[in-house]
């Protein structure tokens, strides 16, 4: 067992290394690109996001479609008396060659308290990441803010629908609400056979 100087030592550069990896982390918002195709500066805090399968999202990491066709479990550091919206969004539709249809929004809830997902109003369903044949790399960006009061969205998508999807405006909806950027994350995604005949719940 170690000595207590010893341990809060260890304590000490634990924390200065996840600092670092955190803050590289986030620094990847701009070589990315998604700083400023996206957003217009990095968030300012790590956005964990873990899919049922224990596949966690990691500052474009590549996941595949068939590991995230259930909504993901995400959290962030949260005061529990404000209210939040998250956006998980894909700037690269139908490719990031060609974004047409900047952005697709697939996931949007708002009204959060805390970081209570399941208490916040879904305004656009959760639809899994969809990259088409031949379209490359897709970026999929998920994104917390903070509400200074309670919002209406201004438009109610099911997760089956892809109605109103398309051209999705991140910041300019952010904006609009006058949210505050506080956590995200990203992954990549690219299509694979037989993707197609994965079906949204």
């Not at 995200?184 to 197609?196: A, L, T």
């Amino acid at each position: 067992m170690l000595p207590s100087n010893q341990s809060a030592l260890f304590s000490l550069c634990t924390s200065i290394l996840l600092l670092c990896v955190s803050g590289a982390g986030l620094d990847s918002f701009i070589s990315s690109g998604i700083v400023p195709d996206v957003i217009s500066s990095p968030p300012q805090s790590v956005l964990q996001v873990t899919y049922n399968n224990g596949l966690t999202v990691n500052f474009g990491n590549e996941l595949s479609r068939q590991q995230m066709m259930n909504r993901p479990s995400v959290s962030w550091n949260a005061d529990p008396n404000s209210l939040y919206t998250l956006i998980f969004t894909d700037p690269d539709a139908p490719s990031r060659a060609n974004p047409t249809s900047r952005e697709f929004k697939h996931w949007v809830v708002v009204n959060i308290p805390g970081n209570n997902v399941t208490q916040g109003q879904e305004v656009a369903g959760y639809r899994p990441a969809g990259p088409g044949q031949g379209s490359g790399l897709h970026r999929y960006v998920f994104l917390i803010y903070k509400q200074n009061r309670k919002i209406d969205a201004g438009f109610n998508t099911p997760s089956k629908s892809t109605d109103a999807r398309p051209g999705f405006n991140t910041n300019g909806f952010a904006q609009q609400k006058q949210l505050t950027l506080v956590a995200g994350n990203y992954f990549m995604c690219q299509y694979h056979q037989g993707d197609e005949n994965l079906l949204v719940l």
